[in-house]
């Protein structure tokens, strides 16, 4: 009986021992960061063509809309200032030119994101600051033929969000995606609504 005693305390402080290290890790380990994944809705998108001595562009009708799927880290480096490195999928919305030329595409991109947080007394807001590199795969179909190529390319872009709980930010954004293909400089901007989800 004593010795099932014994052995029922020690079970007992060996299981409140390995609960508060593992809270320990968990604590300690999102004081370093947290992981991320996200998804945008882009609601206006712009294609532009630049040739050597001329440029043509268009927008998207709204039903063509543009996505980003993301997932990442988001360093704690301040308490107001945070560090994301991310990845990014990046599909984007058909741009018609006088109806006789259709393009679209989806893009890769790995992008370092910088934020700065303002605090508030209901809602704490932030700006995030965007740069990142990658791929875009551009498909072009005009009178009936159709070529894909994909060409390396960057991305710049912000974002004004809240917070609104520890795990879960929304946000308002733009990127600017440039890449070079046949010596034709092609940007596709996009205006987008999104949200983070912090685990």
């Known amino acids: 009986m004593k010795s099932s005693m014994v052995a029922l305390s020690l079970l007992s402080i060996f299981a409140m021992i390995s ?8 604590a300690s380990s999102k004081e370093l960061g947290q992981f991320y994944v996200g998804a945008d809705i882009g609601f206006y998108n712009e294609t532009e063509f630049e040739f050597p001595n001329d440029a043509i562009e268009d927008s998207s009708d709204l039903s063509d809309l543009s996505y980003n799927l993301v997932g990442g880290y988001e360093f704690n480096t301040h308490d107001v200032v945070k560090l994301g490195l991310e990845a ?32 508030g007394d209901a809602l704490d807001l932030y700006v995030s600051l965007l740069a990142g590199v990658g791929s875009m795969d551009m498909d072009v179909k005009m009178s009936g033929t159709s070529e894909s190529k994909s060409e390396a390319a960057y991305q710049v872009g912000a974002e004004l969000g809240a917070i609104v709980s520890d795990n879960i930010d929304i946000h308002l954004g733009y990127r600017n995606a440039r890449v070079e293909i046949y010596d034709v400089d092609v940007s596709s901007q996009t205006a987008y609504i999104g949200a983070r989800y912090k685990f």
């Open 19 to 26: 609960q508060a290290v593992a809270s320990d890790k968990k």
């Open 88 to 119: 990014e999928y990046r599909k984007i919305g058909k741009v018609s030119f006088s109806d006789s030329m259709d393009i679209e595409g989806q893009a890769f991109f790995v992008n370092v994101k910088p934020k700065f947080i303002v605090k």
